[in-house]
């Protein structure tokens, strides 16, 4: 079955670039999609279709897919950004999750 | 606006049967799959599977076939999880999220509250 990895934990300081990673064979040829997850609440869409952003989403938050990795970048990280991030790909009409990244803003 | 309210939390005996629902308001409810995801106590997001609320079929993850079950009552635009012969690893939170349409290109737009089951006896 198909698989997605995402690094447990990133950690950023305030104001810099968090960049989390999604990696799995050939992701560059489906479309990859990110959500945020804060304690206690529903996950929310951040990212579709690799680099499209929902209305109501920030500009700082990007997203890319080339060859086996997909990106989520979040320029001039806040403190609300602090969340649980997690990656989705589509494989043989399943959906698959990533297994989560927890960021961290310190 | 859209809105996908789920049924409250429940704390059920293993080998008993549980049904969440979630209804959908400020959309067309046809236009929509609504997709089911369980999250197991500090774990991540895992795919049950979805249903075609257009023709009322069901799709099922490999690991979600045997026990759970999804329905529709499109008369008052909900979706329905049923699960049966409840096991005590069956304790997690379970979130209903709209896709439009299941293609290569979908992703969950909309999320309802979450329902916390609780398996114990």
């Known amino acids: 079955s198909y698989e997605l990895t995402q690094p447990p934990s990133v950690s950023v300081s305030p104001g810099q670039t968090a960049s989390i990673t999604c990696s799995g064979h050939k992701l560059g040829d489906k479309y990859a999609c990110w959500y945020q997850q804060k304690p206690g609440q529903s996950p929310v869409l951040v990212i579709y279709q690799d680099n499209k952003r929902p209305s109501g989403i920030p500009e700082r938050f990007s997203g890319s897919n080339s060859g086996n990795t997909a990106t989520l970048t979040i320029s001039g990280t806040q403190a609300m950004d602090e969340a649980d991030y997690y990656c989705?790909?589509?494989?043989?009409?399943?959906?698959?999750f990533g297994g989560g990244t927890k960021l961290t803003v310190l | 606006q859209v809105q996908l309210v789920q049924s409250g939390s429940e704390l059920k005996r293993p080998g008993a049967s549980v049904r969440v629902s979630c209804r959908a308001s400020g959309y067309t409810f046809t236009s929509y799959a609504i997709n089911w995801v369980r999250q197991a106590p500090g774990q991540g997001l895992e795919w049950m599977g979805w249903i075609n609320t257009d023709t009322g079929k069901p799709t099922y993850a490999q690991d979600f076939a045997g026990r759970f079950f999804f329905s529709l009552d499109t008369s008052v635009r909900t979706a329905n999880l049923q699960i049966n012969n409840l096991k005590a690893e069956d304790t997690a939170v379970y979130f209903c999220a709209r896709a439009p349409g299941i293609t290569v290109a979908a992703s969950f737009d909309f999320w309802g509250q979450g329902t916390l089951l609780a398996v114990s006896s």
């Open positions: 989705q790909a589509w494989a043989s009409g399943t959906a698959v």
